[in-house]
């Protein structure tokens, strides 16, 4: 999930609206509503993000300094017009790459994906194997793969399938699986949905390995352990 910081809506809604046409979710929110959100988000639920784009607000710079103490996902701020001053002074900031707008959602998740490559920050675009080398878990889009064969499966179903491959051994909540995936931080959590999907994804697994790769906890939550 991507956070859009802008105090404008209409930037906010068109950008959301630009990552989910290419089935990624985002969020918006103005600045204080993100400084809010975390201070009080479980850690865990700020390790799904993505990444941060930082549109117009008015200190980009205590922004990116607030993120970056509780996050290490790549934030990339939008810059309207040309200035090598400001520029300069948002990377001094901690800011991890600027471009100027119109800037399409694809380049912005490729520039996003180059920071985590670089700097070794969240799972790399590249199969995560389980114990038996069976199974792969891709972070870029492709459905998984069993024994070589691709696992078609709906979009919720990989979505959830790969946040849990990225907290492989960690145990996440029905909670955080839903904020996760459905980039909601608003909404309460449908708890019945998320066990819904995981149901369904569960027993895909097991047709085709044999063995159930997620553990689950009654009352407590889901860890993937490959």
């Known amino acids: ?70 996050s290490r996902a790549p934030i990339i701020a939008l810059n309207e017009t040309r200035s090598l001053e400001q ?9 991890d790459d600027v471009v100027r707008k119109p800037v399409h959602v694809r380049e912005i998740i490729a520039r996003a994906t180059a920071i985590r490559r670089r700097t070794g920050r969240g799972v790399e675009p590249a199969p995560a194997p389980d114990r038996a080398g069976r199974l792969k878990v891709y972070t870029d889009g492709r459905d998984p793969e069993i024994d070589g064969a691709c696992l078609i499966l709906p979009r919720r179903e990989r979505h959830i399938l790969e946040y849990l491959s990225k907290n492989r051994g960690r145990q996440v909540t029905k909670g955080q699986i839903f904020t996760a995936v459905y980039g909601d931080l608003d909404t309460s959590v449908e708890e019945s949905v998320v066990e819904g999907h995981i149901s369904k994804l569960r027993k895909k697994l097991r047709m085709r390995l044999g063995y159930d790769p997620i553990e689950a906890k009654r009352m407590a939550g889901y860890t993937f352990v490959g």
């Open 87 to 95: 520029t300069l002074a948002l990377f001094t900031a901690g800011i």
């Open 1 to 70: 999930m991507y956070i859009v910081v802008d105090e404008r809506q209409s930037v906010t809604d068109h950008y959301v609206a630009g990552f989910g046409a290419e089935g990624v979710k985002a969020q918006g929110l103005a600045i204080g509503s993100m400084r809010g959100w975390l201070d009080a988000a479980p850690r865990i639920d700020v390790e799904a993000i993505d990444g941060f784009l930082i549109g117009d607000c008015a200190d980009r710079a205590s922004c990116t300094v607030a993120i970056r103490s509780l």
